[in-house]
C-alpha cells in the first residue's frame, strides 16, 4: 500500500468512530485472549478477510469479543481449545444446528468456539440478570449486542461442544459482499501459518496481521487440514513450520495441496538451510529467528505470485 492510499484510509477510518475493523480489534486482543485461556486451554485464530468494519465504537467492539473468550473459558474447566473466528457474510454458517443468518440480515459475526478434551458436558449458559462492573454477564451482552442493532446466539456443535456468536452490523459503505473498499488492503491475501510453538505462532500471526494480511492459524496437522478444508483457494500461502508434531512441514503441504492448488509455500525452521535439503514446489526457506522485516519481504514476494495464480 502507497504513503498516500495508507494515509487516506487512516483519515476514512478516524471519520468515524463508530466503525471498527473487527479483524485489526481481535488481532490487537491476541495476548488478552491467551490469558484469559491460561496454560490448560490452547487458542486458535481464524479471522476472515469477509468480516471488514463493522458499526460498533472500539470499547464497544473489545468488551464484546472478550466477554465471549471468557464465557467460553468458563466452560473448560477441564482444559481443552478456544477457537476466535470473525465471519463475514459470504462465509459459512457456524453449525448446520444454527448460526445462519436470517434473511436479508447482512451482519459480520464474531464466533468462539469452547472445545472440551473430556467427554463431560458443557453446562448451559447462564444469565446474569444484573451484571456487575467486574463481571460482563449475557444478559448485559445482549443489551449491548441489540442497542447495536445486532444479536446474541449459542450454538450446540458436535461432541458436545459450544459455540458463542455475536452478530455484528456491517459499518454504512459496504457492497453486496459484505465488504468495504477503506478495509481492504491492496495486497490483501489469507496466509495459513502452521506452527506447534505458541509464542512463535503469536509473534508470527501479529506481525503479519500489522501489515494487512489476513492469518488464519494451525498447531498440528489435523488442525491445519481443517482450516484448508474451511478456505481451500483463498489461501494464497502457507507458512509451515518443517518439524511438526507427528509429521513433517513438507509431507503435512503435500496433503493440502488438493484443497490450496494455488497456494505458494515458506517453510520457516531453526535448522540451517544445509540440513533442510531440497524443498520441493518451488518453495522457500526462511531460517528462524527471523526479523519482522525479513519475514514481510518473503511474504511480499511470494503472495502476490499466489493470488495471481488464483
Do not use: W
Not at 485464530?45 to 469479543?65: H, K, Y
Not at 449475557?138 to 459455540?163: K, S, T, Y
Not at 488442525?223 to 503435512?252: H, N, T
Amino acid at each position: 500500500m502507497t504513503s498516500a492510499a495508507r494515509a487516506s484510509r487512516l483519515r476514512s477510518i478516524r471519520a468515524d468512530d463508530t466503525s471498527t475493523d473487527l479483524n485489526q480489534v481481535v488481532a490487537r486482543a491476541e495476548q488478552s485472549i491467551i490469558e484469559i485461556a491460561g496454560s490448560s486451554v490452547s487458542v486458535q485464530f481464524a479471522l476472515s478477510p469477509n468480516a471488514s468494519r463493522v458499526a460498533v465504537p472500539l470499547t464497544d467492539l473489545e468488551q464484546i469479543v472478550l466477554a465471549l473468550c471468557k464465557a467460553a473459558r468458563s466452560l473448560l474447566s477441564s482444559g481443552g481449545r478456544m477457537i476466535v473466528e470473525t465471519r463475514g457474510l459470504n462465509d459459512a454458517s457456524v453449525a448446520e444446528s444454527g448460526g445462519a443468518l436470517a434473511p436479508g440480515e447482512a451482519r459480520a459475526r464474531v464466533v468462539v468456539r469452547a472445545e472440551q478434551r473430556g467427554e463431560e458436558s458443557p453446562p448451559p449458559p447462564q444469565r446474569v440478570s444484573t451484571p456487575s462492573q467486574s463481571e460482563f454477564g449475557f444478559a448485559g451482552l445482549e443489551q449491548l449486542l441489540e442497542g447495536l442493532g445486532g444479536r446474541l446466539e449459542f450454538v450446540p456443535l458436535p461432541d458436545n461442544d459450544l459455540a458463542y456468536v455475536a452478530h455484528l452490523p456491517y459499518a454504512a459503505g459496504t457492497d453486496s459482499s459484505g465488504r468495504m473498499a477503506i478495509a481492504v488492503p491492496e495486497k490483501s491475501g489469507v496466509i495459513l501459518l502452521i506452527e506447534d510453538e505458541p509464542q512463535v505462532q503469536a509473534v508470527t500471526a501479529r506481525i503479519l496481521r500489522a501489515f494487512g494480511y489476513a492469518v488464519i492459524t494451525a498447531h498440528n496437522e489435523r488442525s491445519a487440514l481443517a482450516q484448508a478444508e474451511q478456505y481451500g483457494s483463498a489461501i494464497g500461502l502457507v507458512v509451515s513450520d518443517l518439524v511438526l508434531p507427528g509429521v513433517s512441514g513438507q509431507d503435512l503441504v503435500r496433503r493440502l495441496r488438493h484443497p490450496c492448488e494455488h497456494a505458494r509455500v515458506l517453510y520457516i525452521s531453526g535448522y540451517s538451510p544445509e540440513h533442510v535439503g531440497a524443498l520441493s514446489d518451488g518453495a522457500c526457506f526462511l531460517r528462524k529467528p527471523f526479523t519482522a522485516q525479513e519475514l514481510v519481504e518473503m511474504v511480499r514476494e511470494l503472495l502476490p505470485q499466489a493470488l495471481a495464480e488464483g
